[in-house]
């Protein structure tokens, strides 16, 4: 059983529409951790949340907590090209004091022109 | 100013044998951390080394171990490898490796067993 849940998987999508990538838990978290990964590299860390019902914005990109610290989401509005990748969740959970993450499954996001 | 820094970059071994994965973190960290990738997958993480210590440890056997240097790099070190030890080996460097401290990974290393 996955700790964290990501949704969905896979998306293909045409360039200019919006989505939203979801990761699910029932266990709270500290905070929370977005990465992007592309093929052949590390993931690079996009944004990390920390109180409960924050919202981030980066750019295009909107990241949400949830209240509870149990789920977060990301919003990508006229999705490019230069998004493509894959799309990783974070968490590091309340009873760690050391930062170790658990990751969702991750969402591999294709954008098409 | 470097981020954090893996060698090699890939590697293929076969099964049996013994494998040294090194680390650099990014300059101003001393923690790090170590997870392994499978394709497809998420990271899953497989210990964290902080004042040359490991400080906690993830459901991996002891056929993982490591090691942290004054320099605060690392080493991870897999023996009797196995087929399904395939995979993307990431490092990961934060500073004193709090929860809500950002970490920061290398690109990591591609591991290979035939």
């Known amino acids: 059983t996955q700790l964290l849940e990501q949704s969905p998987q896979f998306l293909s999508i045409q360039e200019g529409e919006n989505l939203t990538v979801y990761c699910n838990s029932s266990s709270v978290f500290s905070s929370l951790q977005w990465y992007r990964q592309e093929p052949g590299e590390g993931p690079v860390l996009l944004v990390t949340v920390v109180t409960g019902g ?32 894959l799309y990783l969740c974070a968490g590091a959970r309340v009873s760690s004091n050391t930062g170790k993450l658990i990751f969702g499954q991750g969402t591999t996001l294709q954008v098409k022109p | 100013d470097a981020g954090v820094t893996q060698s090699p970059t890939h590697l293929i071994k076969t099964r049996g044998q013994q494998v040294t994965l090194r680390c650099s973190p990014k300059s101003g960290h001393d923690t790090v951390s170590w997870y392994q990738q499978a394709l497809g997958q998420g990271p899953q993480f497989i210990f964290q080394y902080y004042e040359e210590e490991e400080r906690q440890r993830g459901n991996f056997p002891d056929r993982f171990s490591g090691h942290q240097f004054p320099n605060y790099s690392s080493e991870l070190n897999v023996n009797a490898l196995l087929l399904g030890d ?17 970490q920061h990974f290398g690109d990591g290393t591609r591991l290979s067993i035939l």
């Open chain 1, 54 to 85: 924050e919202v981030k914005k980066l750019k295009r990109l909107t990241f949400q907590f949830g209240d509870a610290r149990k789920d977060s989401s990301l919003h990508i509005t006229a999705a490019q090209p230069g998004d493509t990748g």
């Open chain 2, 86 to 102: 395939s995979a993307l080996y990431l490092c990961a460097s934060s500073y004193t490796g709090g929860s809500n401290q950002p």
